[in-house]
């Protein structure tokens, strides 16, 4: 049973780039979330797709963008990088249509912007 | 706005002892979830035990259980028979059961050593 996978594992870039970070959702599961965990902090809910449109979204600007295929499977875009993006970011999965499911997270993508 | 707050940046406990991590949260709601996450060096947030707010016994997971105290707010993790390997970051969360957001609020943490 495959969990929840992302890639890349680490990435650094330099500030006014675009990054585009990707997720797949454990096996079975409809809905991705995304986070963002700040070097000391906990994760930041940045937005949630479910049946491949955005559901919910955190205080985050518009430079933060996503998108969800119809094999679950999900993109966070940040364009025109800040030094203070720099941080894990964590994608988590689960079953849309329930209320009371459980999330569960894959092992990050650490973003270094420089 | 719901907030969750954990007051122990860190904590240590002896192998084979036992440790209680505190977790305060704030809310209007009366239905919600609270979890227990754990962040090993690793980074992927492990699962480690999830309580529904209208139960009112303690969710137990072998050595992990908590103590859910609605009234107060309150909802820590004990940690029993400390093993090396529960040396990690431990993240306490909170989500709705209203059914209208689907984000969970997390604390900032409390790193637990676990000395040999």
């Known amino acids: 049973d495959a969990g929840v996978t992302q890639s890349p594992t680490h990435l650094i870039k330099t500030r006014g780039q675009q990054v585009t970070l990707r997720c797949s959702p454990k096996s079975g599961h409809d809905t991705v979330s995304w986070y963002q965990q700040a070097l000391g902090q906990g994760p930041q809910f940045i937005f949630q797709?479910?049946?491949?449109?955005?559901?919910q979204r955190g205080n985050f600007p518009d430079r933060f963008s996503g998108h969800q295929f119809p094999n679950y499977s999900s993109e966070l875009n940040v364009n025109a990088l800040l030094l203070g993006d720099s941080a894990l970011y964590l994608c988590?999965?689960?079953?849309?249509?329930?209320?009371?499911?459980?999330?569960?997270f894959g092992p990050g993508t650490r973003l270094t912007v420089l | 706005a719901q907030t969750v707050t954990q007051s122990q940046p860190e904590m240590s406990v002896q192998e084979a002892e036992t440790v209680t991590l505190s977790c305060t949260y704030d809310?209007?709601?009366?239905?919600?979830?609270l979890f227990w996450y754990k962040q090993p060096p690793s980074r992927q947030m492990i699962l480690v035990i999830r309580q529904e707010a209208y139960k009112q016994q303690n969710a137990t997971e072998n050595r992990f259980s908590v103590n859910f105290q609605k009234a107060a707010k309150s909802f820590s993790l004990k940690i029993s028979d400390s093993q090396l390997g529960d040396a990690a970051m431990y993240f306490c969360?909170?989500?709705?059961?209203?059914?209208?957001?689907?984000?969970?609020?997390f604390g900032t943490g409390t790193r637990l050593k676990v000395l040999a």
């Open positions: 988590a999965s689960s079953l849309g249509h329930l209320v009371t499911d459980t999330q569960y």
């Open positions: 797709y479910y049946e491949e449109e955005e559901r």
């Open positions: 969360a909170y989500r709705s059961a209203s059914g209208r957001t689907y984000k969970y609020i």
């Open positions: 809310t209007s709601e009366s239905d919600y979830y």
